[in-house]
């Protein structure tokens, strides 16, 4: 199948066009090369495959990259917290006029297969159940508590501690940043789309990604890359709240090998379907940093106490569907792939 990977030239996108490639995809790369990636030159090609240079807001040349395509995979994003508000017209420009720019281009071209790169964050906290008033949403935490040390989100009736637990597909949509916002509008234009064309759509909440080709510490990064970044400056990783906050850290050739799965779902039926990509293995910030340090050698973190708005809390993920329904499972642990992430190179 001649396939045509958005963000084939990132840091997910090309583990994803090697994925596909090695499984017998012809691949054509469009890299929409975001200034705010950092990223360093490329060579024309991605794996052996050809690359075509293009804002994914150019209908023209989206358009003309689509020719010849069976399926797109869709990855070109402006991903991470960002700096400040002055990022958002930024964000949704890439992430959803980029999207509506690509879905209306597939359509006049005929092109009914997506996978379209999602992520955790749709969610906002993950799932959290009182013991006397069961599953419950939690409010974004008050920064008065913040402030004064009390981390774990409350019961919205009872003020009663939570017990965290496994954040299925049905859960509620709570986008808590911008970026966030714009990965649900992706999700609910390629679900329009679906219904529209007739297409098929898997789209993929990515859990906390890392690996090797990361981006450096930038406002734009996941905090493996500024932990791996700081130790590699032979600093201490700077541990935010108590450090027992929880994600799912997923390898990203495990998230490489899950889109070549989601690609194969999108032939056997129509419709829309989302999928959690996740190692199904909950980590503490705290833990990751300290399996990173001793990997890298390197000074144990420091537990700061320092707080981001809009951070969430625990986020952990249900993997069943992702292996129920497209035969996914992780295959890279925490310790084998902190080790690999150690020695990797990072993307300047
Ligand atoms: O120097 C740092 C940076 C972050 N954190 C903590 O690490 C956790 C995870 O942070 P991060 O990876 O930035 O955010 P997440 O919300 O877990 O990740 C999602 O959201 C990010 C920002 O929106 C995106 O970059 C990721 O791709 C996406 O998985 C949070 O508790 C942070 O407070 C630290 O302890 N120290």
Not at 173 to 198: C, I, M
Request: with cysteine.
């Amino acid at each position: 199948m001649h396939v045509l990977v958005t963000g084939g030239a990132g840091f997910i996108g090309s583990h994803v066009t090697v994925a596909l490639a090695a499984a017998g995809h012809r691949v054509t790369v469009l890299d929409a090369g975001h200034p705010a990636a950092h990223r360093r030159p490329l060579p024309g090609t991605v794996a052996g495959q050809p690359v075509v240079r293009a804002d994914v807001r150019d209908a023209a040349a989206v358009g003309r990259a689509l020719a010849g395509v069976d399926a797109v995979v869709h990855q070109a994003a402006l991903v991470g917290p960002g700096v400040d508000l002055d990022d958002l017209p930024e964000y949704v420009g890439c992430n959803d006029l980029g999207t509506a720019v690509l879905l209306a281009a597939m359509a006049r071209a005929g092109v009914h297969r997506l996978v379209l790169a999602s992520s955790m964050v749709v969610y906002g906290e993950g799932a959290y159940a009182c013991p006397a008033h069961g599953p419950v949403a939690p409010a974004p935490r008050p920064v008065a508590d913040l402030a004064a040390g009390r981390f774990e989100p409350g019961c919205p009736a009872c003020g009663a501690p939570l017990a965290p637990g496994l954040v299925t597909e049905d859960a509620r949509l709570d986008p808590r940043s911008g970026y966030a916002a714009t990965k649900v509008a992706q999700e609910h234009l390629t679900a329009v789309w679906a219904r529209r064309t007739g297409g098929s759509v898997a789209a993929l909440r990515y859990h906390n990604v890392y690996g090797p080709g990361m981006p450096r510490d930038t406002p734009y990064s996941g905090v493996a890359a500024i932990f791996r970044s700081a130790l590699e400056a032979g600093t201490a990783p700077r541990v935010f709240e108590d450090g027992g906050q929880r994600r799912d850290f997923v390898h990203v050739r495990d998230v490489a090998a899950a889109n070549v799965a989601a690609l194969a779902s999108t032939a056997r039926s129509a419709g829309w379907r989302a999928y959690n990509v996740a190692s199904g293995v909950a980590t503490t910030v705290g833990g990751m940093a300290a399996a990173l340090a001793r990997a890298m050698d390197g000074p144990e973190p420091v537990v700061t106490g320092e707080f981001r708005l809009g951070d969430v809390r625990h986020v952990l993920a249900s993997p069943a569907r992702a292996e129920a329904e497209l035969g996914f499972r992780a295959a890279v642990g925490l310790d084998g792939g902190m080790a690999e992430f150690a020695r990797a190179a990072l993307r300047a």
